[in-house]
């Protein structure tokens, strides 16, 4: 069955310095792959899609790569500031019924 | 703009007894979702519903059951409630294609005790 991982331990960082963010999934090739971000209480709000044949994607301060040789996604946050603390999650859609799965996601907290 | 709305948002419940979570979306989309989650499990898929009429099992569907009422509605139900459905449950909607995103409502609390 598909399998997407992420890295449960929370990642802590400096302000200002990049946050990189891991995602790898097993057993498909999803055409397009997806970031949300989480804060407590509160319910995934998308941030990011990229497709296949997209190596690279930006907006803003986030940047996503997508390789599908190493079925991995990059998540960077650059100039990470304390309002970039959350969960983020990755997710794909499995096969052709467009059921969108989750990774467990990756809690960032940005120090001041 | 209401987006997706759930109801209620917490909920304490006895073992063994029967509840319905509520889920409307006002964005016209096709597709609706349920998900649990878990302390350190990520955004698990209990059911997912493609259209109006039409359910199919996702990840983790022993123990509920979904009813898609119509395009706006898809409520989750559990019949006998343990203790190992304790969780946040969550509802959202997208348009049915590949390269859209879903919207999330803001979760309801679930507490089986």
């Known amino acids: 069955s598909q399998k997407i991982e992420q890295n449960s331990e929370a990642l802590n960082i400096q302000e200002g310095k990049t946050a990189t963010l891991t995602c790898n999934y097993t057993?498909?090739?999803?055409?397009?792959l997806q970031w949300y971000r989480q804060d407590p209480g509160r319910g995934p709000v998308f941030l990011l899609l990229?497709?296949?044949?997209?190596k690279e994607k930006r907006k803003e301060r986030l940047k996503v790569t997508f390789d599908t040789t190493l079925k991995q996604s990059l998540f960077h946050i650059t100039a990470s500031q304390p309002a970039d603390s959350a969960t983020y999650l990755c997710?794909?859609?499995?096969?052709?019924?467009?059921?969108?799965?989750f990774g467990s996601g990756t809690r960032l907290l940005v120090r001041p | 703009n209401a987006g997706v709305t759930q109801t209620p948002k917490f909920q304490v419940l006895k073992t063994g007894q029967s509840m319905t979570l509520q889920c409307a979306q006002d964005?016209?989309?096709?597709?609706m979702y349920w998900y649990r989650q878990d302390p350190g499990m990520g955004l698990r898929l209990i059911y997912y519903?493609?259209?109006?009429?039409?359910?199919d099992k996702g990840e983790v569907p022993n123990g509920y059951n979904v009813s898609r009422l119509n395009k706006r509605e898809f409520s989750l139900r559990l019949e006998s409630a343990a203790p190992s459905q304790t969780s946040v449950y969550f509802c959202?909607?997208?348009?049915?294609?590949?390269?859209?995103?879903?919207?999330f409502g803001q979760g309801t609390r679930l507490t089986v005790v």
């Open positions: 997710a794909l859609r499995m096969d052709s019924s467009y059921k969108l799965i």
């Open positions: 057993n498909y090739s999803p055409a397009y």
């Open positions: 964005m016209n989309h096709n597709s």
């Open positions: 959202a909607s997208s348009l049915p294609r590949e390269n859209t995103e879903a919207f």
């Open positions: 519903s493609a259209s109006e009429g039409t359910t």
């Open positions: 990229i497709r296949e044949n997209e």
